[in-house]
T-cell receptor, first 112, second 114 residues
């Protein structure tokens, strides 16, 4: 089976722009979670989707949003980018909870 | 509040020495516990997990962790480390109450020295 894929792998944006990141889960996985990884902060939970429904959301401002499509693919969007949004954004898929999460390689976002 | 604490940000250890990476959690409900590993320039992958049953769980590469409910801990141990164990290790927890949320610790960077 193919693993979790994330596109693009690298992004450079400037402050105030918006960005959309994409995640394709492992075939058959209906749960997709998003995380922000920064040095010293570890992984911060953004949100989780299951069958197109957001079931939980982390403590991030409303500039961070996401969605899931009927084929379980997911996107996250960050509007009005700030310098502090520079991070590695990870997507993980699973069959459900508390199943193992399988992580993608991440999208490295740099905001200048 | 629910949280995961990894007390050591970095742990240097000589090859073939034992190591313990500490993880404590805080939760008002029952938990499931995980250790993930991130090798240099690679993605995160599951090392081991505790869902139920025996409180001692093992990985295929010689790591083990023990769930201690009274001390709310899930420390990771290996009796003899190899250079190839150099990586960052993350402890994570999710909840039996079905919040669909995983909380990760800030990670411990294990550096194995020759």
């Amino acid at each position: 089976k193919a693993g979790v894929t994330q596109t693009p792998r690298y992004l450079i944006k400037t402050r105030g722009q918006q960005v959309t990141l994409s995640c394709s889960p492992i075939s058959g996985h209906r749960s997709v979670s998003w995380y922000q990884q920064t040095p010293g902060q570890g992984l911060q939970f953004l949100f989780e989707y299951f069958s197109e429904t957001q079931r939980n959301k982390g403590n991030f401002p409303g500039r961070f949003s996401g969605r899931q499509f009927s084929n379980s693919r997911s996107e996250m969007n960050v509007s009005t980018l700030e310098l502090g949004d520079s991070a590695l954004y990870l997507c993980a898929s699973s069959l459900g909870q508390p199943d193992t999460q399988y992580f993608g390689p991440g999208t490295r976002l740099t905001v200048l | 509040a629910q949280s995961v604490t990894q007390l050591d940000s970095q742990v240097p250890v000589f090859e073939e020495a034992p190591v313990e990476l500490r993880c404590n959690y805080s939760s008002s409900v029952s938990v499931y516990l995980f250790w993930y590993v991130q090798y240099p320039n690679q993605g995160l992958q599951l090392l081991l997990k505790y869902l139920s049953g025996s409180t001692l769980v093992e990985s295929i590469n010689g790591f083990e962790a023990e769930f201690n409910k009274s001390q709310t801990s899930f420390h990771l141990r290996k009796p003899s480390v190899h250079i190839s164990d150099t990586a960052e290790y993350f402890c994570a927890v999710t909840f039996t109450s079905g919040t669909y949320k995983y909380i990760f610790g800030t990670g411990t960077r294990l550096k194995v020295l020759a």
